[in-house]
Every structure is written in structure tokens, then in C-alpha cells.
Nanobody, 124 residues
Framework: QVQLVESGGGLVQPGGSLRLSCVVS????????MGWFRQPPGKERDFVAS????????LYADSVKGRFTIFRDNAKNTVYLQMNSLKPEDTAVYYC?????????????????WGQGTQVTVSS
């Protein structure tokens, strides 16, 4: 059974940085493209970033381009989301997800496996 466990969330001031991690177990990590999504309070879950199976191809939501970076370490079965220049509107529960097949994607229905989420709060 594939399991995804996120960590690294927390409270940060505007302009600060956080790095989220997502460890995948129960399958061969390099089989999956990986994505990060987020759900702000009272809103729907939205795409943030995605990476191909080897990290060579990435996609980003316009709202995070230039501030967030997705990368992975296949030797550690881990995908990361480096978040810089954080804004209050980045406050959300962040989820990592895995999709079979190597290409990155922004549409959540294509992802088969999901983590439980980690809270990120950006506030002074």
C-alpha cells in the first residue's frame, strides 16, 4: 500500500521560508510523478507544483512561480517543496500526491495517492 507522509509545515511570518517534505513508502518512488496541492480555509484544493519521475520536468501554478521550488530525491523516496517569500495568501493545508506515470500534471483527479496534509500558516 502506497503511503505519503508530509512534514515541515508551521507558522511563519510574511516574507519567510519553509520547506515541506513528503516521504513515500510502499512502492517504487521513481514510478510516480509527484505533486503538491493546497487547500486554503473555506476554499477548494488547488494545484501548486508538480515534478516528473526524474525531476527533469516541473509545473507551477502562476501564483507561486518564482517563489516555490519542487524537487525530489529518489534515493530518499522524498519530494520537497521549498517555499520562499511567503505571503498570507499562501496559508493552507498542503498535500502531496503521487500519480502513476512519469509526467507532471496539474489536475488533481489524475493523482492516485494522497497524503494527510500539513498546515502552513503565514501570519505576523
Amino acid at each position: 500500500q502506497v503511503q505519503l507522509v508530509e512534514s515541515g509545515g508551521g507558522l511563519v511570518q510574511p516574507g519567510g521560508s519553509l520547506r515541506l517534505s513528503c516521504v513515500v513508502s510502499g512502492s517504487i518512488f521513481s514510478r510516480y510523478a509527484m505533486g503538491w496541492f493546497r487547500q486554503p480555509p473555506g476554499k477548494e484544493r488547488d494545484f501548486v507544483a508538480s515534478t516528473s519521475w526524474d525531476g527533469g520536468d516541473t509545473l507551477y501554478a502562476d501564483s507561486v512561480k518564482g517563489r516555490f521550488t519542487i524537487f525530489r530525491d529518489n534515493a530518499k523516496n522524498t519530494v520537497y517543496l521549498q517555499m520562499n517569500s511567503l505571503k498570507p495568501e499562501d496559508t493552507a493545508v498542503y498535500y502531496c500526491a503521487a500519480k502513476v506515470g512519469g509526467r507532471p500534471a496539474s489536475d488533481s483527479p489524475t493523482y492516485e495517492f494522497w497524503g494527510q496534509g500539513t498546515q502552513v500558516t503565514v501570519s505576523s
